[in-house]
């Protein structure tokens, strides 16, 4: 059974940085491709940083160059270093695996944290 779970989160004010963590268990590690994404209030789930087992990142242009997403396969473990945060970053953090082989465009399996709040706030 593959869990995941999300730690990190709190109040911070405009301007300040937070580490989000993720740690999933289950399966190996090296072999999922790891997302992070938010949904704010009243709105819509939306990416915001992804890391494939190749080590390779993505953002959504919003966070780009404030956000950083790294991986360490050996803690199973992926993190969201996230700096400069501004009052429109407050959103509950999700963190995603996507569980390789890829078979007909589907992953194996995709599977979800409960969240972390993350408020930016003065």
């Known amino acids: 059974q593959v869990q995941v779970v999300e730690s990190g989160g709190g109040p911070v004010q405009p301007g300040g940085s937070l580490r989000l963590t993720c740690v999933v268990s289950?399966?190996?590690?090296?072999?999922?491709?790891m997302g992070w994404y938010r949904q704010a209030p009243g709105k819509q789930r939306e990416f915001v940083a992804s890391m494939r087992s190749s080590g390779s990142p993505n953002y959504v242009d919003s966070v780009k160059g404030r956000f950083t997403i790294s991986r360490d396969n050996a803690k199973n473990t992926v993190y969201l270093q996230m700096n400069t945060l501004k009052p429109e970053d407050t959103a509950v953090y999700y963190c995603n695996a996507k569980q390789y082989p890829v078979v007909h465009g589907t992953y194996k399996g995709d599977y979800w944290g409960e969240g972390t709040l993350v408020t930016v706030s003065a």
């Open positions: 289950g399966g190996v590690f090296s072999l999922y491709d």
